[in-house]
């Protein structure tokens, strides 16, 4: 039970840590109508962020492969047909945000009357497109169907052996 307990301290952690990470990077990210001169101070908060987040995902991923093992069929369905609907969601959201961002901007970094103009996709202004509440929930679905596909092999691999 103590072993549960640290387990679940340290993901929550995790979790935190990650969630704390994406709103630093929201905060330091440049917002398109004000001119930046310090560069993106946000990369300094990416990489820790990346990695918590990762070792998150990857402690959900792990912690839901034992949740789902106790679903029926039909729940595990439900639960594949919902989580298929809220990626969509999140897809066109993470859509409608990037455009609206690109307009702001004047255009890619490829226009000349951007404002990220030869600057990259990854810069002081366009962070939040890669770190957002959408971003932060696709990741979360995608773990939770990663780990319906891996109970689904781990329970055809069990069968196959016995």
Not at 74 to 84: A, D
Request: some cysteine; glycine content about 4%; aromatic content about 16%.
């Amino acid at each position: 039970m103590r072993q549960r307990t640290v387990y679940l301290v340290f993901w929550i952690m995790l979790m935190i840590l990650s969630i704390m990470g994406f709103i630093l990077i929201d905060l330091c990210t440049i917002n398109p109508t004000q001119i930046s001169g310090n560069g993106n101070v946000a990369i300094l908060f990416t990489i820790p962020t990346v990695l918590f987040y990762l070792l998150f995902l990857f402690n959900f991923v792990r912690w839901f492969i034992v949740v789902v093992h106790e679903f029926t069929l039909k729940q595990r369905l439900i639960l594949l047909i919902t989580l298929s609907i809220t990626f969509i969601v999140l897809i066109l959201l993470e859509i409608d945000f990037v455009q609206n961002l690109i307009d702001l901007l004047g255009g890619g970094p490829e226009d000349p009357e951007s404002r990220i103009y030869q600057f990259g996709w990854y810069n002081q202004y366009t962070n939040t497109l890669f770190f957002n509440w959408i971003t932060f929930c696709m990741g979360i679905v995608f773990s939770i169907f990663t780990a319906l596909c891996f109970r689904n092999l781990k329970k055809q691999l069990t069968s196959s052996i016995h």
